[in-house]
């Protein structure tokens, strides 16, 4: 049979269809939708879209993947004035370097929305974008949770619950070891419910619409300080904590009193729900890492634990 011209076209045109077709589950991916929207000062979602709901959206998203965020920078310049109700928001996104020059309480444009989004994409090594200026604010909702649902398949958190055997194996302090960030760093949280609970059980709660954790180290406490506190000269730093501290952070935790940390006994920590800590000193060795395998309690591959501790 002839070819012609207009079979070709038509050939190439239902293509085209199928390649949309199979392409819109990746290309409508949407995460976290109903959260960015309450994040808006007005849930009215065919407004025209202003910067501070960009900002307010874009601060929600980093809640949300980025619990407990160390500022990046000080000392850069906001417009808005400090008594303003939503100074905070910006001054946090200007300190993490996601609020451009450009930006304006009063309206988003699309140069500035794309330099927010691809800051943010940036930070996990993603590709950048180019949305348009988004007309409505539904539109500023569906571009943000497109980036949130890329960041999502990208990052690569394990939970790390420590559980203490003189007192029937409960659970005294759950973690999460986020290495896979602009900021690598461990998240301690305070544990909720039962202290016998199963990795099974614990995981949902550490997970949330952008965050989904299933991989795991479960050990006894004084295996799991040692992931981190590997030498006596090694020391415990507290970064950031949400809700936020405004004075006395970073904070050095004493040596030896690193498990009142973790368990949430310094008094610092009375009203925080999650912190983050860094530590300053030698790394645990691969070597090191497999000594401890018949102490731990994983769903992670013994090849790939390293993967999960160390650093992209």
């Known amino acids: 049979m002839r070819i012609t011209p207009r079979r070709r076209a038509r050939a190439a045109l239902l293509l085209l269809a199928l390649l949309a077709l199979f392409a819109l589950p990746t290309a409508f991916a949407q995460v976290c939708r109903a959260e960015l929207i309450t994040s808006l000062a007005d849930t009215s979602l065919e407004r025209p879209p202003t910067g501070i709901d960009a900002a307010l959206a874009l601060k929600q998203a980093i809640d949300l993947v980025e619990p407990a965020l160390p500022p990046l920078r000080t000392g850069t310049s906001v417009p808005l004035a400090e008594d303003h109700p939503y100074y905070p ?25 794309a330099t927010m989004l691809s800051t943010f994409l940036s930070w996990y090594k993603l590709s950048p974008v180019q949305p348009g200026e988004p007309a409505t604010a539904d539109e ?15 990052i690569r958190p394990a939970a790390l619950l420590a559980t203490d055997p003189a007192n029937g194996g409960r659970t005294v302090f759950w973690a999460i070891i986020w290495n896979w960030t602009i900021y690598p760093r461990l998240l301690v949280l305070r544990p909720t419910g039962d202290s016998l609970a199963q990795p099974r059980d614990v995981l949902p709660r550490l997970s949330n619409c952008a965050v989904a954790i299933s991989a795991y180290i479960s050990a006894p406490q004084d295996t799991a300080q040692r992931l981190f506190l590997t030498h006596n000269t090694s020391r415990m730093y507290l970064v950031a904590a949400t809700p936020g501290r405004d004075t006395g952070w970073p904070v050095e935790v004493p040596p030896g009193e690193e498990l009142e940390a973790f368990v949430y006994r310094m008094p610092g920590l ?43």
């Open 89 to 113: 928001v910006a001054r946090y996104l200007a300190d993490r370097r996601l609020l451009p020059n450009s930006w304006q309480p009063d309206h988003i444009d699309a140069a500035t929305w």
């Open 270 to 312: 009375r009203n925080v729900d999650v912190y983050a800590a860094v530590f300053d000193g030698p790394s645990v060795g691969f070597g090191t890492l497999m000594g401890m395998l018949p102490r731990i309690r994983t769903n992670i591959s013994v090849f790939n634990l390293n993967h999960y501790l160390q650093t992209p």
């Open 140 to 154: 500023l909702v569906k571009d943000l949770s497109a980036v949130l649902a890329r960041v999502s398949d990208t």
